[in-house]
């Protein structure tokens, strides 16, 4: 007999499962006003360490899941973070990262001049420091650059540190940037029977570096955040172990190939000794290529500060590439003013602009 459906009650309804069953029905999302805010200092494998309650008695390291909805959103040491859950630190748990604070600054890059896709780096530093060597493996002034039209674009002061200055002598290098407002640090290591800073790695390596250079950098870094790259084998490793006490491994340069080998596998922040609160010093992977594609062409110009007085007297809407008739670089250096020095800057600066390089040259840094 059939039931009349005047007779039916909620009990009578079927409910197909449904996989979308579970969505939320409002595209809003809780405040999380009573949520904590600390600062990541490593990401690994989908899990953000986060330091809490920063230079207090109640100091502790969280480990952190990402939130579902922030799946797009790449976390990256330096990040301040919003926590909830579980935030005693204790061993075993697990809080979860619902938010990503405002960031000051953003250090990013590309895969190459072409790829629009953007490869965050690290975010609320202060300054960059990077790192090449004298030798082994050979300096590359395109890498450098690269990295600071990077740091200029982003608003972050770059600073310039040159490594194992005892292998062979950095000046002749360096004429390319001693007129650049940029401070540049000398690193050496020292004999063994002298004083100086023994830079040991995890992997039982130790290099005795030359006190004064650390200390100068030290001074540099105190009370900032920053944050080192490089190419794999120049020494950041090394250096961030003498200026924390850390012992992040170490490696030697490949003999065939003239290249280091990747010792560094994630980006880790670390307090530096002896400074002020708030120093912290950001070590990363090497980084063999430093794509531009998602800098603004016409902020390249300012990470050329000899060059800039030149470019103002071109005319207006001026782009200074080699083609460009009557540019005011051209004519400088017919005049002969530019000399060696700045004849290799002006083709540094355009190869930038025409961000041409053929793949093989941007992953070793070509000039």
């Not at 005047?6 to 996989?19: A, G, Q, T, Y």
């Not at 899990?47 to 799946?71: G, K, P």
């Not at 895969?111 to 202060?126: C, G, L, S």
């Not at 490089?230 to 491994?249: C, D, E, I, Y």
Request: with cysteine.
């Amino acid at each position: 007999m059939t039931r009349n459906t005047r007779d039916w009650d909620e009990s009578d309804v079927r409910i197909r499962p449904n996989k979308k069953g579970s969505r939320p029905r409002t595209k809003d999302r809780p405040a999380y006003e009573d949520a904590l805010i600390g600062r990541i200092i490593t990401v690994d494998r989908g899990r953000y360490r986060a330091i809490l309650d920063e230079d207090t008695a109640q100091e502790r390291i969280v480990i952190a899941a990402r939130a579902r909805e922030l799946r797009r959103n790449p976390v990256v040491p330096g990040d301040f973070v919003a926590l909830v859950g579980d935030t005693s630190g204790e061993p075993d748990t697990l809080a979860r990262l619902v938010r990503i604070e405002e960031r000051s600054t953003l250090l990013r890059r590309s895969a190459d001049d072409t790829d629009p896709v953007e490869r965050v780096v690290v975010a609320n530093v202060d300054q960059l420091v990077i790192v090449v060597a004298a030798a082994n493996p050979e300096p590359r002034t395109g890498f450098i650059d690269r990295a600071i039209v990077a740091a200029f674009d982003a608003g972050i002061r770059p600073l310039l540190c040159v490594t194992k200055a005892d292998v062979r002598d950095p000046e002749p290098f360096l004429e390319n940037y001693r007129h650049l407002d940029i401070d540049i640090i000398i690193s050496r290591t020292t004999d063994e029977t002298a004083t100086g800073i023994d830079a040991r790695s995890a992997d039982g390596l130790s290099a005795l570096l030359s006190g004064s250079p650390v200390e100068e950098l030290r001074s540099m870094l105190a009370g900032r955040v920053s944050v080192v790259i490089g190419h794999s084998g120049v020494g950041k490793s090394t250096l961030v172990n003498a200026l924390t006490s850390a012992q992040r491994a170490t490696g030697n340069v490949n003999a065939v190939t003239g290249r280091g080998r990747h010792t560094s596998s994630s980006a880790l922040a670390l307090r530096i000794d002896n400074a002020p609160s708030g120093s912290w010093i950001i070590d990363t992977p090497g980084i063999r290529s430093f794509g531009l594609a998602l800098v603004d062409p016409e902020n390249i110009l300012n990470a050329f500060g000899d060059l800039v007085p030149i470019a103002n007297a071109c005319a207006r809407g001026c782009t200074h590439k080699p083609n460009e008739p009557k540019c005011a670089l051209d004519a400088w250096v017919a005049s002969g003013e530019a000399g060696v020095v700045g004849i290799a800057r002006l083709n540094s600066f355009r190869r930038l602009l025409g961000q041409d390089e053929t793949a093989e040259a941007k992953e070793l840094g070509a000039p």
